[in-house]
């Protein structure tokens, strides 16, 4: 994941531990799994499964691995059923968070999710309450190095595309959620090597923190909420959230 990214900046990335690493295995297996079950494991037929098996080989989850997770869910020896929830709430400071979870117990979900948000954050919001000031879009990043600037950005929109900027030492590509794969797919075979490409929810506006107390908890409501097995992906608008 770029850390120079404008929009990875503002989300809050899993670390390089062995442990984080192997937590990140785990949400994208289960985010494999669950599209597995619902659309099939072919990719060819089940454009959700292509790209989350892009963003599992860019996060360098083995090969192996996702071929066992597909097999396992579409074999029947994974009768674990997952619902997706968002929760929306607001941290220190007014900063707006989305917390996107994939859970076999809503319950407990639930409970870990607000008991975060009760001792680091200002509390969790109605639906829609914070929702509003995040679009999804698809993000792809590509590094800047070696990169003719015009003839990508001819490539891009011959992709069909919506837009794309240099950020320091990436260009970014956004796209419609629901074309992020097609867009993705076109690059590649043009010969463009992806850093990544996901859908996110970007922002609208962003909040900095100036206050050490509020940045602290700001920082530890992350760190909580991403601990948990259950949440997929945390998105904020703390705009000047410090890089990993």
Do not use: C
């Not at 097609?182 to 690059?187: G, K």
């Not at 909420?225 to 992906?233: C, T």
Request: charged share 30%.
């Amino acid at each position: 994941m770029s850390g120079h990214s404008k929009w990875k900046n503002i989300m809050h990335k899993k670390g390089k531990t062995d442990a984080q690493r192997a937590k990140l295995f785990t949400k994208v297996g289960r985010e494999i799994a669950t599209i597995v079950k619902q659309g099939g494991p072919d990719p060819a037929a089940n454009p959700r499964l292509k790209d989350a098996i892009a963003k599992a080989k860019a996060n360098n989850v083995p090969n192996d691995n996702i071929d066992r997770i597909i097999k396992k869910a579409s074999g029947g020896g994974d009768n674990v059923e997952y619902i997706d929830i968002t929760y929306e709430g607001y941290g220190p400071g007014g900063v707006a968070v989305l917390v996107e979870t994939l859970t076999d117990n809503r319950n407990r979900t639930a409970a870990d999710v607000r008991h975060a948000f009760d001792k680091f954050g200002a509390g969790l919001g109605t639906t829609g309450s914070v929702g509003w000031q995040f679009e999804k879009r698809g993000v792809i990043v590509i590094p800047a190095e070696d990169v003719d600037e015009d003839k990508l950005m001819e490539d891009v929109f011959d992709a069909n595309a919506d837009d794309y900027s240099l950020e320091e030492d990436v260009f970014e590509i956004l796209t419609g959620p629901d074309t992020l794969g097609a867009v993705r797919d076109e690059l590649e075979k043009r010969g463009y090597a992806l850093e990544s490409a996901e859908v996110e929810q970007l922002p609208s506006n962003y909040v900095d923190l100036e206050n050490e107390e509020d940045i602290s908890r700001m920082q530890k409501l992350l760190e909580v909420l991403e601990d948990s097995d259950d949440v997929q992906n945390v998105w904020h608008n703390w705009g000047n959230a410090p890089e990993e």
